[in-house]
């Protein structure tokens, strides 16, 4: 089965250079845990939450509360993306992409023309598609 099938063809992304902030809002108002990093219309990068919780100052370390939130309103998400992001294209099949994510141990792999996104897959879709198939042989 060919992955443009299964993958999300909303995908929600953020720029570059957005600062870490709208990252955190980004993933908590639309429910996600990974956003393709673009400039322009091109993926330069992918961060997920675990990217934006390695990098958030401890509250304790950074000091005061404006100091905290200044870091980051200040920091782009450039900083702390994986540069390089596993990616396949819309022909490729779905095992082909449950091998990429399980080799590379990533929780969504964008799905790419080039170097511009069309879709995106992630555990949780393919955690659907596990729960339909195992509800077919029930």
Known sequence: MKISRLMRTEVVTIQVDEPILHAVELTASERIRHLPVLEGDKLVGMVSILDICRAMPSPLVAGSE?????????????????????????????????????????????IVEGKRVVGIVSELDLLKVFHKVLSAIE
């Open 66 to 110: 404006p100091e905290y939130h200044k870091v980051l309103r200040e920091t782009p998400v450039k900083r702390i993306m994986r540069s390089r992001p596993v990616t396949a294209g819309p022909d490729a099949s779905l095992g082909d992409v449950v091998r990429l994510m399980a080799e590379n141990k990533v929780g969504a792999v964008p």
